[in-house]
């Protein structure tokens, strides 16, 4: 049975000041952090990302951050997510081809101060897990498939680089969001019935679910890849 590991991403009140729109027909935005380590070249700036309701993603961040660069990571065109930290890379490296990484962030209705809940927005179909050596030129010429990655876009190396890849037909920004949490982002009722995870889904370390309800949440998101779930 493959693993599943949900994991936090994207622009919220502690990285970023804001957090990504969600509309009334649970359509939404994904809305980066920004990327605030190193700039280069091949940095990929919020002015640049398409908005999927027009325009683009620099109307949905903080006045300070709307010509700033973003660390678009995860990232939908190729399907690459990446990091070097200790926690986060060590629970990537336990990811197998055919195992699922599933991602959530924080939305918020527009011009709302309340709402602040957590949606699943995205998944990936593990396609390959690949630790990455420090190079000199970087970014490698050898690693054409990850450079739309946030920390290939980086004009130097992060040490402890794993990167993983989804399979193209397999994983998907969805269109409409899953909400998985109340207000104090802990898990609600129908996230814990489909997943066996429980407490708070606030911290960015990822949460496996348990081997027993692994076929069930796998089902359950790929069934409800296209709208929004009655259960």
């Known amino acids: 049975m493959p693993k599943v590991l949900f994991l936090r991403v994207g622009i919220d009140c502690g990285c970023g000041g ?13 809305v980066p952090i920004p990327e605030r380590i190193s700039v280069g070249p091949r ?27 973003a660390h678009y990571d995860p990232e939908f065109e190729t399907f690459t ?8 890379r060590g ?17 918020r209705p527009i011009g709302s101060e309340n709402g602040n809940r957590l949606y699943i927005i995205g998944f990936f179909m593990i396609e390959s897990v690949k630790e990455i050596a420090p190079t000199k030129p970087w970014p490698p010429t050898t690693a054409r498939q990850w450079m739309r990655n946030a920390h290939f876009r980086r004009p130097s190396p992060d040490l402890g680089l794993v990167v993983v890849r989804g399979n193209p037909g397999s994983s998907k920004l969805l269109n409409r969001a899953i909400e998985i949490s109340d207000e104090a982002q802990y898990a609600n009722a129908l996230f814990r019935k489909r997943t066996g ?3 708070s889904l606030k911290r ?24 929004h779930p009655n259960g």
């Open 18 to 30: 804001a957090l990504g729109p969600i509309f009334p027909n649970r359509s939404f935005e994904y």
């Open 81 to 88: 997510y990446g990091d070097p930290t200790s926690i986060k």
């Open 43 to 69: 940095s990929v700036y919020y002015r640049d990302l398409r908005a999927r309701r027009g325009g683009t993603l620099a109307q949905y961040v903080p006045p300070r951050y709307r010509e700033g660069p």
């Open 197 to 199: 995870i429980s407490g």
């Open 204 to 227: 960015a370390v990822g949460r496996w679910v348990p081997p027993a309800h692994t076929k069930g949440a796998i089902r359950w998101i790929c069934q409800r890849r296209n709208t």
């Open 91 to 107: 629970q990537m490296l336990r990811l197998e081809k055919g195992s699922f990484l599933v991602f959530y962030a924080g939305l």
